[in-house]
């Protein structure tokens, strides 16, 4: 059971929009910054926005992070077939001694 | 640019030990918190811990606690992650990441 709650599919047509959503709490979403990742099948996962809404160079300026409260969203726009892949959320989490918490992905599929 | 460089493969035996290295170049080694993360076959990740390479000092996730060790070689810039008393359950990718770059990772299966 995943920290972070993120739906476990969600799909889309070429050129459509869709978000992901994160839901955390007080002690990870609601006090520290937000990082999402996108996992293609066999690698290691791949920054796409940092610091809750900041893309590094070379992330497409259709991936956008935003947040609110304890909840944070990925918005894909002008999907294309190779954004099909896994995204996971993760934020630092405060309680006990600090760790580092993850959602359980989301699969992204491309119609 | 920072290098997070990982072995590809290891195979052990339950009950073994693993140490696991993590290279890294392209930044000042001792500036920032080097993180272990893993990820079972079709899993979500698991966050193992952390290591301050400046002092060596170490915050392990509970549930790993008393299994995993965490050091680095300053001289070489390196980490290193040692997970002992493997079981089957920890057959896995075990990645290395720094900030948001993470190492491609090195898989480890735990099988008899």
């Known amino acids: 059971q995943s920290v972070l709650t993120q739906p476990p599919s969600a799909s889309g047509t070429p050129g459509q929009r869709v978000t992901i959503s994160c839901s955390g709490s007080s002690s990870n979403i609601g006090s520290n910054i937000v990082s999402w990742y996108q996992q293609l099948p066999g690698t290691a996962p791949k920054v796409l926005i940092f610091?809750?809404?900041q893309r590094p160079s070379g992330v497409p300026d259709r991936f956008s992070g935003s947040k609110s409260g304890t909840s944070a969203s990925l918005a894909i726009s002008g999907l294309q077939s190779d954004d099909e892949a896994d995204y996971y959320c993760?934020?630092?989490?405060?309680?006990?001694?600090?760790?580092?918490?993850f959602g359980g992905g989301t699969k992204l599929t491309v119609l | 640019q920072v290098h997070l460089v990982q072995s590809g493969a290891e195979v052990k035996k339950p009950g073994a030990s693993v140490t696991v290295p993590c290279k890294t170049s392209?930044?000042?080694?001792?500036?920032?918190?080097l993180h272990w993360v893993r990820q079972a076959p079709g899993q979500g990740f698991e966050w193992m811990g952390m290591?301050?390479?400046?002092?060596?000092?170490?915050s392990y996730a509970q549930n790993f606690q008393g299994r995993v060790t965490m050091t680095r070689d300053t001289s070489t810039s390196t980490v290193y992650m040692e997970l002992s008393s493997l079981r089957s359950e920890d057959t896995a990718v075990y990645y290395c990441?720094?900030?948001?770059?993470w190492g491609k990772g090195t898989t480890v299966t735990v099988s008899s």
């Open positions: 990441v720094l900030l948001d770059v």
């Open positions: 392209g930044y000042t080694f001792t500036n920032y918190y």
């Open positions: 610091n809750d809404n």
């Open positions: 290591i301050n390479p400046s002092d060596g000092r170490t």
């Open positions: 993760a934020a630092w989490d405060d309680s006990l001694k600090g760790s580092w918490v």
